[in-house]
């Protein structure tokens, strides 16, 4: 309802001044009034809006009512309906403001007018407005109805979205405070639109809590005209349904001083002049249609592609025809132009057709036959192809209706900002005219486009559009707009004054919302009317006749009498309250059947099915193959619609009763059941999340938690000695040992670890049990103390640059310690296999003086002259210095003393200068103050790395490398540590990164104790892979977790498809794949994780040794729950810096670090790997269910499925069983599921079904095989390496070339002779050898031929009981031609990205896009290498790819090729044993099903199966029509002729089917005496090919007139079986 939403611009007239006065004279101003004035004076800067300060008095009036009881408000449109509406909101605004629960909904029948009334309300008032139409907002769940709920207090819709939640329960009725419906007209007692079904189904009268109704129309009833005695029954009905009274104005007056009325003429246009060329040009495009129509019947295609594409080509001509008659040939050959550039779905909405599999070569064939026709035609008239060059415009190029609407437009009176909208009845005229108006040259002052209603597949109406086109209509940069009905509703353009009606109204409330479209004073509102037509001008007196009569009846009523409402019978899940009703079931099964797996051959549809029975309509329901469910039958019915109905809603009940639908009878969705425990992936835990951080605490060995008491006399330590064995033997180390209070775990106990260093140098380390060792207090003081002293020098080295350092201070510190070890030197005694600690060591580095106060260190006594060297720190013995570490404050450097060079002293000569002295005077401003002391010889304290990550370059060896010393005069050289030589500095080096490693392993040692301990077949698993499982790519290690999970993934997916697919037999593939990844994402598999605490184990952070923290080093940032959000103040996003470590990864006491979701995610799977390397199929499964993956199944499940397949067995006589048998190498017990391999979703198998399920188990099986070969093959293959091989090895391509090399295809089952004609080109294609298709793409690879792979694939496993071994070993004998790698083809996009950026060059890819196809060119910038190619493809993506390899070909050619690293490594690497990874399970012994007689099996009414490459014609109906009656024919006088039902109700559906029109039945004699009477009967049938065959059958004498009927349709279904229009069946068989 459009309405004056710019009242503001009135505020200030007369008229609405005293309204305002009259409203607060009389009081009527409410008392929420007086509360928003109150509001207002206590918040200043907030005024609210108030929509009373510019009503009308009638307003006010007609909302005052609406306050006491549901109203239909009657006024014209302009008068300001949407107003009242806003008004009752406003007034009724207590009950939806929040924080109340209610709401206000706000109906309006098309997109425009929501946007257009939530833009009014949200304008007028201060309501928080939501608006919603079509799929806006993808709101699919309850979750998100209710955060819309919660959001908005009015929220406007269209109708369809409000029954579709009220009958899945996102929004209930009793939420709803105030219901308005605009256009409420559309409210009728017999209608199926979304206003009745919303009340009659939802609105209960005797319910404690309903909506206030609140309806706005122009014309309250919306019917072809209606009598003097219906016309107030319409009325009364539409008041009874909406439970509201009709009200409008009584004072006209007041109403007319505010609505301008336009002055409505008639323009009549002359007979046709030159009607000769346009007759002619009918006959021949009816000539051109039957002859289209004979090729199409002459094809060998599927019935319902036969009967789409006749109903098809016969729409597309009759739009042309029209357009001929009202258009002219000009407006002909551009509907024809817009029909050839549309694809099949948009010529399907520009004719107003359901979609559906047509022929679009037919289609094209007649369009461009008739193009011709007409450019003939324009050429004999003298008219050229430039349509905007014309000046004389003329008939029969322009009818003489277009030139009656060119004249008023041309004369009419142009006024500022006016606008004018043409509406017509179809879309084809509307977008045809509107081309013709753009070019006229005499009409350059309008500027047009068309308006038509959003449609899917319309690509020139998409939403954005016709939004966009509405609003450059109303700005005035559009002032010409053709429209069909949908801009009767819902445009509201103040500056419009011409509205014209090139196709007459067909109602009397189109005529009225048209009519009102023109809002100017003085518009004009114009009807074109055939002169010679008097039925037209009578249309229109109907029109002004009924809205007068209309006027007088609600102003006084005559009538009470309504119209009995068709109660729709409803199925109702008490679980949830959601229903269904017959009516929006319809809608339900078609939405259901849109989401089953589809592709271009198939698409998914119900068919639909009428039979005559004595008790009524019988409407039989054909579902798509792939759906659980495969026919349904409705009970008798009055009607085809009732019938249809009433099967729609069986099949609803039947497909929430096996589980297709959910509890909310939504299709596509995992079970409410389920949805408690896996997150669904619509809900707010979406995939996207998983790349969110969060903080997680990291666990900590218990192993090194356990402290020692200093208190105690003795400590008894663990001892571990720590063994180096560096390679080359280039350094020597100081031995060290590792002292534990606990000792540690067996796998632990002898770790080994290669430390990498610099030129490929590794340290083989490990750990040697060597008992246990006492300590006194003194020696553990020691002990500490000594560890505190090495730790601080290697890792806070600036502490020493300071006099005095400090030791064992700070005790507290070191209690909050998270670990507790000592790591000493040792000494191996020379005549004992014992090990202690070297005491020397620790007692000579801590009798250092910087450990002593300055006092204390001063007090030695004096050394002899000769042993002593004087240091900046003070003379010291020559023994000590040896062997020491030092500090030389000028380059605030560390270094270690390996000896004394007497024979350079400050005399010495040197490089560039004549001695050092010298040169430590001007270049570095030191004064030698001894120069005649010897030098000392010194290497650099060591700058502490991460030795886990392997430096070393693949095939490289290692080197030696030589120590690097520097002299240094003692004078500059302070000392700081006595007896810390460069052995000891050596070996604390490699420390901290062996104690790293052995806390990952402790902790991955306790979790696999956890989980041995919760599943005894997890026990077999190593600790080393439970750690590689745990370790991410970011820690910088030899090895992580990412083939592991590569090789989990796999396993999940198999493991987890499996157990669906026995669960679930009626769920499809696509919603089998739907549940998998509800279970298997990334969301589920982190929250699993995390309830089982996993995430505290995972290590994600590469060692940095800033933050290694242990006793005597304790972590100095203290992490509580107060400090914790300070502390660690990470984006929660996840930002990350360039280098990829975290912006605030701050390491803290309690050891927080940021993971993702994801990485959370991997691990579990990553753990599914490690179970499946070390222990198997069975521990990896017992995992699953530790951590809630439930992945079990039954014996009985795989029999059932596999008796099941026995069903396919009518189908052995059209495939050969054996020789499939012998391509595939393997016997099937169950040949069923042989056969069901290859049906493909377009044959209507007898009891539905097809490969897709299948193919959903095959592929889950295949890809864990192909992993686990990959995985085996190359044990050294990178992750990411692993996958590009197996992306490009093996994908649905190489799988279709698989299945052409054993000519899968050839026994392929299907109906779709596009996809046979498909199949043959790739077949061809792949034929032909490579030298010729080097540059050709090729054509598009059929995704069947992949699938049968699959499929084939799934069958085998099933048949076998799940044995992967014999899967295996088909496997291997499908992909070891591909597994070669000789020709690998990798994505040429890809590899010209590379070889460019290796050589620097710069790479460009240029495309442009002709009619019919993509043009790419690839071009290469370098010095001197001017290089491109170019490929044309209909599919963008193909002709880049064709481009890039035409370059890469021509850059191979001249020298430049660049293998990449997965080529590399396969160069470089033999093959391994390849081998099932894991696989421990015993297969299931399937019984072979006894006594089957498969020839009752193939009794049943099943069609012959027609592969894709047969020439055999079949055309006729489907024979699972008649599968009740399959065959009989008794009672049938001709042979063959099956009974179904009737024989008459047979023929009108052939008839239907091949679009023909209704046979005519006749009787054509009467003989014998009235009690003895018999009839004989006639039956007639056009046939409409091109030869327009015309048969008549004449029937024997019976004794009743239905009878001879019956038997005359039997003679004429006898002779079109015999002409091969009824299918071939087994009907004679049968009945024998």
Known sequence: MAEDHCQEEEATSKGTTQTIELSVLNGEIPNSMVDDEVQTSSNVNKTAKDPRIIARKYQLDLCKKALEENVIVYLGTGSGKTHIAVLLIYELGHLIKKPQKNICVFLAPTIPLVRQQARVIEESTDFKVGSYYGSSKHLKTHAGWDKEIEQYEVLVMTPQILVHNLHHCFIKMDQIALLIFDECHHAQARSSHPYAQIMKEFYETGALKLPRIFGMTASPIVGKGASKEELPICINSLEKLLDAKVCSVSDKEELDSFVASPKVKVYDYGPVVNGFLSTSCVQRLEEIKGQCLSMLSMKADDRSRLQNSKRSLGKMHNNLI??????????????????????NSERNELMGTEAGSSENLLADQYLATAASVLDSDLMEGGVGSDLSALVDLKEPFFSKKLLTLVDILSNFRLQPNMKCIVFVNRIIVARSLSCILQKLKCLATWKCDFLVGFHSGLKNMSRKIMNSIVEKFRSGELNLLVATKVGEEGLDIQTCCLVIRFDLPDTVASFIQSRGRARMPQSEYAFLVDRGNEKEMNLINSFLYDEDRMNKEIMCRTSRETIEELDDAIYKVDSTGASTSSNYSVSLLHRYCSQLPHDEYFNPMPAFFYYDDAEGILCHIILPSNAPIHKVVSAPQPSKDLSKRDACLKACQELHKVGALTDYLLPGQADEVEKQVLPSSNSESSEDESSRGELHEMLCPAALKVPWNNSENITILNFYFISFAPIPEDRLYQKFGLFVKAPLPREAERMEIDLHLDHGRIVRTELVPSGWIEFDKDEILLAENFQEMFLRIILDRTDFMSDFVPLGKNEKSQSRSLTFYLLLPVREHE????????????????????????????????????????????????????????????????????????????????????????????????????????????????????????????????????????????????????????????????????????????????????????????????????????????????FSLERLEVLGDAFLKYAVGRHLFLLYEALDEGELTRRRSNIVNNSHLYKLATSSNLQVYIRDQPFE??????????????????????????????????????????????????????????????????????SGFKAAIAFLRWIGIEVDFEVSQVSKICMASQGYMSLADSVDI?????????????????????????????????????????????????????????????????????????????????????????????????????????????????????????????K????????????????????????????????????????????????????????????????????????????????????????????????????????????????????????????????????????????????????????????????????????????????????????????????????????????????????????????CNEEGPSHLKKFTFKVTVEMEEASRTVLECFGAPQPGKKAAAENAAEGALWYLKHQGYLPKDNTEASSS
Request: with cysteine; aromatic share 8%.
């Open 322 to 343: 029209f357009c001929l008659e009202n258009l002219g040939l000009w407006g002909t050959k551009q509907a024809i132009r817009i029909f050839l550039d549309g694809d």
């Open 831 to 1038: 005549h004992e296999d014992t090990m202690t600690i070297d005491w020397n060591i620790v007692r000579k580095c801590l009798s250092s003086p910087v450990f002593k106060l300055p006092s204390i260190a001063a007090e030695k006594g004096v050394l002899p002259v000769n042993q002593t060297l004087k240091l900046a720190s003070g003379p010291a013995d020559i023994a000590d210095i040896l062997n020491s570490l030092v500090f030389i404050p000028h380059k605030k450097s560390f270094f270690f003393i390996d000896g004394i060079l007497p024979e350079i002293n400050g005399y010495s000569p040197t490089k560039g200068y004549s001695s050092y002295k010298e040169y430590f005077m001007k270049r570095l401003g030191i004064h030698l103050l001894y120069p005649e002391q010897p030098f000392l010889k010194a290497k650099q304290l060591f700058l502490l790395h991460n030795l886990l990550h392997n430096r070393k370059q693949d095939n490289t060896v290692a080197h030696e490398k030589k120590e690097h010393f520097i002299q240094l005069p003692p004078e500059i050289c302070q000392m700081k540590i006595i007896g810390f030589s460069k052995d000891i500095g050596s070996s604390v080096s490699l420390l901290p990164s062996i104690m790293h490693r052995l806390e990952n392993l402790l902790v991955a040692i306790e979790l696999k104790d956890m989980l041995s301990d919760s599943f005894p077949e997890g026990s077999e698993v190593t600790a080393s892979r439970v750690l590689e499982a745990l370790t991410t790519e970011k820690c910088s290690e030899r």
């Open 1105 to 1174: 040794p800033c933050r290694f923290f242990t006793f005597g080093r304790p972590c100095p940032i203290v992490c509580d729950k107060d400090t914790q959000a300070i502390i660690h103040c990470q984006q929660k996003s996840g930002s990350v810096a360039t280098d990829g470590a975290d912006v605030s990864d701050v390491m803290c006491n309690r050891c927080h670090h940021w993971l993702y979701k994801k990485t959370i995610a991997d691990v579990v799977e990553a753990l599914i790997g490690a179970f499946l390397v070390d």
């Open 1218 to 1342: 054996a020789a499939l048998e012998n391509l595939l190498g393997y016997q099937f017990l169950h040949k069923g599921l042989l056969l069901q391999a290859f049906v493909h979703p377009s044959f209507n198998h007898p009891f539905g079904g097809c490969y897709q399920r299948l193919e959903f188990l095959g592929d889950a099986v295949l890809d864990y095989l192909i992993t686990s070969y990959l995985y085996s093959v190359y044990p050294k293959l990178k992750p990411g390496e692993l996958t590009d091989l197996r992306s490009v090895s093996v994908n649905n391509n190489s799988f279709a070339r698989i299945a052409v090399s054993r000519s899968f295809h050839m026994h392929l089952i299907s109906d779709s002779d596009s996809l046979s004609e498909a199949i043959a080109k790739f077949v061809t294609f792949v034929r032909t050898p490579a030298s010729k298709n080097c540059l050709n793409e090729g054509p598009k690879c059929p």
């Open 1344 to 1563: 069947v031929l992949g699938d049968l792979v699959e499929s084939c694939v799934g069958a085998v496993l099933l048949d076998t009981g799940f044995d992967l071994n014999h899967v295996w070993r088909l496997m291997l004998s499908f992909v070891d031609p591909i597994m070669s790698f000789s020709s690998l083809q990798f994505n040429p996009v890809r590899e010209v990205q590379e070889l460019c950026q290796h050589f620097n060059w710069e790479l460009q890819f240029r495309s442009s896009e002709t009619r019919d196809a993509f043009v790419v060119e690839a071009h290469v910038v370098g010095e001197d290498l001017p290089s491109s190619g170019s490929a044309r493809n209909i599919n963008k993506e193909a002709a880049k790819r064709m481009a890039a390899k035409q370059l890469l070909l021509k850059l191979t050619k001249l020298g430049y090729r660049q293998k990449n690293k997965t080529e590399k490594f396969l160069e470089a690497n033999s093959k391994q044993e390849a081998k099932i990874i894991g696989y421990d399970e015993s297969p299931i012994n399937v019984v072979v099903p006894e006594c089957i007689d498969l020839d009752a099996l193939k009794m049943q009414d099943a069609p012959p199966a027609r592969k894709h490459l047969s020439k055999t014609r079949e055309v006729g109906m489907e024979s699972s029509k008649t599968r009740e009656n399959s065959g009989s024919t008794k009672n049938s006088q001709f042979p063959g002729v099956p009974c179904i039902g009737s024989a008459k109700s047979y023929l009108y559906e052939m008839c239907t089917i091949n679009c023909w029109k209704a046979p005519a039945f006749e009787c």
